[in-house]
């Protein structure tokens, strides 16, 4: 795995829960160069393999953010293709990825291990997106 991408990834998901558009956004900034939708998947998938998160999704009926609670090669084909009506990555056009809630992770204990042993990654390498021009608010 990309050191540099999942520093970034873990301290991204170490603020919040992170949907597929922080995965596909943070892949696609750090490794251009080997980006695709399925190496977002290998990503994801791999990190779970590390036990680094979790997998879950906000069920509706004003319910917070549940666990799944199945198998990686689930998980990763629920968000390859969607869920509980939700279309998934692979089905969805680029406009899409941004407000797909197909899944969101959670870092668990030992991806808050490893992102400790790895510290900031802003003052290891830099801010990725210095010099990149913001959007204006809607």
Same mark, same amino acid.
């Given at each position: 795995m990309?050191?540099?991408?999942e520093?970034?990834?873990l301290y991204e998901l170490s603020d919040d829960w992170?949907?597929?558009?922080?995965?596909?956004?943070?892949?696609?900034?750090i490794?251009?160069?080997s980006y695709s939708r399925y190496a977002v998947l290998d990503l994801i998938?791999?990190?779970?393999?590390?036990?680094?998160?979790?997998f879950g999704s906000f069920p509706g009926g004003g319910r917070s953010?549940?666990?799944? @609670? *199945?198998?990686?090669?689930?998980?990763?084909?629920?968000?390859?293709? !969607?869920? +509980? @009506? *939700?279309?998934?990555y692979l089905d969805i056009t680029?406009?899409?990825? !941004?407000? +797909?809630?197909?899944?969101?992770?959670?870092?668990i204990e030992d991806g808050e291990e490893r992102l400790a042993e790895l510290g900031n990654p802003y003052e290891k390498y830099g801010d990725p997106w210095r010099g990149t021009?913001?959007?204006a608010s809607s």
């Open positions: 990309n050191e540099k991408l520093h970034f990834i992170a949907a597929i558009a922080a995965f596909d956004g943070m892949f696609a900034r490794a251009p160069e998938r791999s990190l779970a393999a590390s036990r680094f998160i979790r953010w549940e666990p799944w @609670g *199945v198998s990686i090669d689930e998980a990763i084909d629920r968000i390859a293709h !969607g869920y +509980n @009506g *939700v279309r998934g680029d406009d899409e990825i !941004g407000s +797909n809630e197909i899944f969101r992770a959670e870092l021009p913001r959007q």
